[in-house]
């Protein structure tokens, strides 16, 4: 059993931050990417942010220079530091682990339950 749990949400005001944490546990061989994808209500997912366990990331445009994702492989977390935080941003944020659950094993997504952000004034 795999379980990737976020939590950090919340609400704050225009312009403030929020840092969000996502921890996988459970029979887990290796991690390969994780990231951060978001939906809005009447809105289609999203990719926000991603890392590579090497440390390469790739952000959406929308939120280059605002938002920082991080990982500690050994901890099996990822973080999103959410800077100057606009109305747009609100949405319910998903973790999304690509991992292998033994040797050899195919990658298969674990997507946590999500965690609600909400920026308004």
């Keep these: 059993q795999v379980q990737v749990v976020e ?16 921890a ?8 390969n990417t994780m990231g951060w994808y978001r939906q809005a209500p009447g809105k289609r997912r999203e ?8 440390g390469s ?13 991080s990982r500690d492989n050994a901890k099996k977390t990822v973080h999103l530091q959410m ?8 949405a319910v944020y998903y973790c999304n682990v690509e991992l292998a659950r033994w040797a050899g094993s195919l990658l298969t997504d674990i997507r946590g339950q999500g965690t609600q952000v909400t920026v308004s004034s």
């Design 57 to 69: 990331t790739n952000y959406v445009d929308s939120v280059k220079g605002r938002f920082t994702i």
């Design 24 to 31: 996988a546990s459970g029979s887990i061989f290796s991690i």
């Design 47 to 54: 990719l926000v942010a991603q890392i590579t366990r090497e």
């Design 83 to 90: 800077n100057n935080l606009k109305p747009e941003d609100t």
């Design 7 to 22: 939590s950090g949400g919340g609400l704050v005001q225009p312009g403030g931050s929020l840092r969000l944490s996502c």
